[in-house]
């Protein structure tokens, strides 16, 4: 059965995050400031923005020399083709460009727009132009969250990474899990019988990619104050797995 | 600022639900039962399964004669082609269909799987083969239990039906919005400053979806015991709309 109530929490004060910060830290601290103590079971979603940051996943867009194609494909997009330089270095396959539009397949298997590569909240008030790119490999950055979280406080926690993507058909964005680490991406019911004893027929759902939305509703989109969440009353009995359980590879895509 | 912490808190032991129930009524039963005593603000998440059944939204598969068109497609996507024949009455235009695979535009705009038409739940213990198609209106219905609540209940609370879907390069299934009221189904954060100073990009959250997604936690899939979840603490200044807010047009689809 699931549980029957859950919590979430933001850090509260959490300060910016800059290249190099130990972002374990800065949780135990802040969790302390805001007077949560963890307990197994819970789950930390962080904001992908001050993983990347952290991580120095930092470009100044002056130091970006575009390519012949990035111009074409900038002219293309109305996009500042530094930009479109550093998105393609990113990207395995473009699936969609046209004005203002570009989606691609990230390296890391994401379809999403721009590669995940963001111009907002990257320390602009120095007149610098910076880009920030998606961590290098967000399970291994919530997994290094994860071990070092877990032994500081003697608990067995999860971590997710999320971000806000956009999606085919429907409007607006939604957090979604980017890296996951201490808790299975995805739930598998098949075989449960349901409550009259039928086998449930749709019945894998995207535990990460739930938690993850559900914690963005604390976050606010591009405001880094509340860029921790702590959800508290999940429960699962699967094996903790990566994020790439809920990647559908393009070519197995049923939706067209 | 959005809110530091919210609250998920599932109604216990709702009855099974049957044509023509009372949603409200068991509604506030379930609240009374559970000890929650609904404030202003409160959303409650109700599944789109006993929304169906309350409206009687219930067909007997041996009433149904399938078209022949209902027949081929039942041979080409490996389904029961009385069933092809209750998706197609519910379906705008067929996006995508193959072995196993029948993705189609729902009346109502929602681009989903087998048009919501389920299988499972739906009273099999009598050996009648039943299919249960989403609500006729999910805004409406939405709004008439936001309106029959708010008022037995003195408080001004946000509704949102929810379901599972699956997505486009995403495996495993996340709660949308299927139906609003009382709340918007996008939060517009465009034009407000980033922590810098610097105006956010991507700022249009899906609120009613992240919502649902949360709620889903909780709910358990194709478990009608859990089909009402009371979300506390969430916060919005934008006015309330119906779930076409969150729709895309399939000709405006940027992912292909």
Avoid: C, Y
């Amino acid at each position: 059965m699931s549980p029957s109530k859950l919590e979430l929490v933001a850090i509260d004060d959490l300060p910016i995050v800059k290249p190099g910060d130990d972002l374990a830290r800065m949780a135990i601290d802040g969790l302390e400031r805001s007077g949560i103590r963890l307990v197994s079971g819970d789950v930390l979603v962080i904001a992908q923005k001050i993983v990347s940051k952290a991580e120095g996943r930092i470009v100044v867009l002056a130091e970006v020399t575009p390519s012949a194609r990035s111009l074409q494909l900038g002219r293309e997009t109305n996009k500042d083709p530094r930009l479109v330089e550093l998105i393609l270095s990113e990207t395995k396959r473009i699936v969609r460009s046209g004005p203002d539009v570009l989606i691609v397949e990230h390296r890391l298997g994401f379809v999403m727009a721009n590669a995940g590569v963001d111009q907002s909240n990257v320390g602009a008030q120095d007149g610098i132009e910076r880009a920030l790119l998606l961590p290098l490999d967000p399970d291994a950055s919530a997994e290094s969250l994860r071990s070092a979280l877990s032994a500081a406080l003697d608990v067995d926690i999860g971590v997710v990474v999320n971000d806000s993507f956009g999606r085919a058909w429907r409007l607006g964005t939604v957090g979604i899990a980017l890296g996951v680490a201490g808790l299975p991406a995805l739930k598998d019911l098949r075989g449960r019988p349901d409550l009259l004893g039928r086998p449930l027929r749709v019945s894998i759902s995207a535990f990460a990619d739930e938690i993850a939305a559900a914690a963005s509703l604390l976050m606010g989109q591009g405001d880094e104050g509340r860029p921790m969440v702590v959800v508290r009353g999940l429960a699962w009995h699967e094996p903790a797995s990566g994020v790439r359980a809920l990647l559908r590879p393009l070519e197995e895509d049923l939706f067209r």
